[in-house]
């Protein structure tokens, strides 16, 4: 059918005009994703050639174009409201519209107007995509917002948004702003109470594997955010002084130092300082550890913790750390996530 072949020609396309046209990962990422997704559980499947149904499901807000062939009387425009429902000439009653196709719902109009019209022919299409917009911010290489015309899951959205950038830590949260799904039903507790989960958290490796549990479908209003991965700080005496992110592995004080390029010729290795923040984030406690000792596996390789800095002293007993201390250790915890408008 014509409003089919007009389905698989949709793409996702940014909400508003300010933040220009997503840029797509590179062909490679592109490939490997398409290579390790797969349908989620309970995914409406052709039979024929085995592709996912991504059709777009009516949302409210939707505003609708019904066309009844020969029947101008009965055609028209109408407006989903907020609880799926619309309204059709000579129809008692309401018809549910959201969470159908186009060609779901043109069924279901032609079934009821056989009573008036023999074999009528019936045609809607979506004229006005009202669902709210999706969001995915933080750490992603085009972050901004993005407004669906068809199923999307959470892995090929990420894909529009130019995947995790370098700075992404180990987790994804998906916040549901959208309220209830008309699409979907809702978990009850006991007293048989309705359960939103406002907040799902997968991690970042699984959805990139394209587990299904990692990869849910995006719902309409969702905000998708990578926060940034801790960070240790490795400053002093060493060939590149930098910051390291913690992510899966925890990463002892001489792989960071390694990381870092290595002690400087000017190095003194036998005190190095690691200044730790306390649990209140102004106290901080101060470690020395001897690298000579544990490059020789004499002494403990100590695991660093978020936000530590590590010092690399010269040879001549002078430290830098007093003067970058003040400067870093108040914003070492603070993310920045803004909303793109």
């Known amino acids: 059918m014509k409003s089919d072949l007009r389905y698989l020609t949709r793409l996702v396309r940014p909400a508003t005009s300010a933040l220009g046209l997503v840029m797509l990962l590179s062909s490679s990422f592109t490939t490997w994703a398409q290579q390790t997704s797969e349908p989620p559980a309970g995914s409406a499947v052709s039979a024929n050639d085995g592709l996912v149904d991504t059709r777009y499901r009516i949302g409210p807000g939707d505003v609708l174009s019904v066309i009844v062939r020969k029947a101008p009387e009965l055609s028209g425009n109408v407006r989903v409201d907020q609880r799926g429902m619309i309204r059709i000439p000579m129809i008692e009653g309401e018809v549910q519209a959201a969470c159908r196709t186009e060609g779901e719902l043109a069924q279901q109009i032609a079934t009821l107007y056989l009573e ?3 074999n009528p022919s019936v045609e809607v299409f979506v004229m006005e995509f009202q669902s709210r917009p999706v969001a995915v911010i933080g750490s992603v290489n085009s972050p901004g917002q993005f407004r669906l015309q068809r199923q999307l899951h959470l892995l090929e959205l990420l894909t529009y948004a130019g995947g995790p ?34 907040l799902a958290v997968f991690k970042l490796t699984d959805t990139l594997k394209g587990k299904l549990e990692a990869n849910p479908i995006v719902q309409s209003g969702d905000i ?3 926060p940034e991965a801790d960070q240790v700080f490795i400053i002093g005496h060493v060939v590149t002084p930098q910051a390291i992110f913690l992510r899966d592995k925890p990463i002892t004080v001489s792989r960071a130092i390694a ?25 901080k406690e101060e470690i020395f ?53």
């Open 116 to 118: 008036f019209k023999k």
């Open 289 to 341: 550890v001897d690298l000579k000792a544990i490059l020789k596996m004499k002494a403990e390789d100590v695991a660093l913790l978020p936000n530590d800095i590590v010092e690399v002293p010269g040879s001549t007993g002078k430290s830098l750390l007093g003067a970058l201390t003040g400067a870093i250790a108040p914003t070492l915890t603070q993310v920045p996530i803004r909303m793109i408008p």
């Open 224 to 226: 998708i955010a990578i």
């Open 259 to 283: 990381m870092a390029g290595g002690p400087a010729r000017d190095a003194s290795s036998g005190r190095v300082r690691i200044v730790r923040q306390g649990g209140d984030g102004v106290a």
């Open 165 to 198: 950038s370098g700075r992404a830590g180990r987790l994804i949260n998906v916040i549901h702003t959208g309220g209830p799904n008309l699409c979907q039903s809702e978990p009850v507790d006991r007293d048989g109470a309705t359960q939103l989960q406002e």
